[in-house]
């Protein structure tokens, strides 16, 4: 992963972090039901933005050695679990 992609992914975190002891705190205080699936949702959503830039260096680092170099079982397993990861299955 490069440096910089890490460093956003570990500030995204931290706030997500933040976010899920807020909607803790949130059921603990017997917050409005709506209220507190909203921000659930706020938090899927984070979630789905930071697999998204995980996803991306991932092609841009690890993929793209793979399908550049000369080694086929190593191309061949990147794009399965490229396809594996975004069909939602485990490889």
Known sequence: MK????DA?????SR???QVRGVSKMVSDDRY????????QAIKAA????????????I???????L????????RD???ELVAVLGGRKK
Do not use: P
């Open 9 to 13: 992914a570990i500030r995204r975190l």
């Open 60 to 66: 841009a680092t690890c993929v793209d050695e793979a």
């Open 33 to 40: 039901c709506i209220d507190v699936i909203r921000q659930v």
């Open 47 to 58: 979630l789905a933005g930071l697999e998204h830039t995980i996803l991306d260096d991932h």
């Open 78 to 80: 990147k794009v399965e």
């Open 68 to 75: 550049t170099g000369s080694d086929v079982t190593e191309r």
């Open 16 to 18: 997500i972090e933040g």
């Open 3 to 6: 440096s910089d992609t890490r």
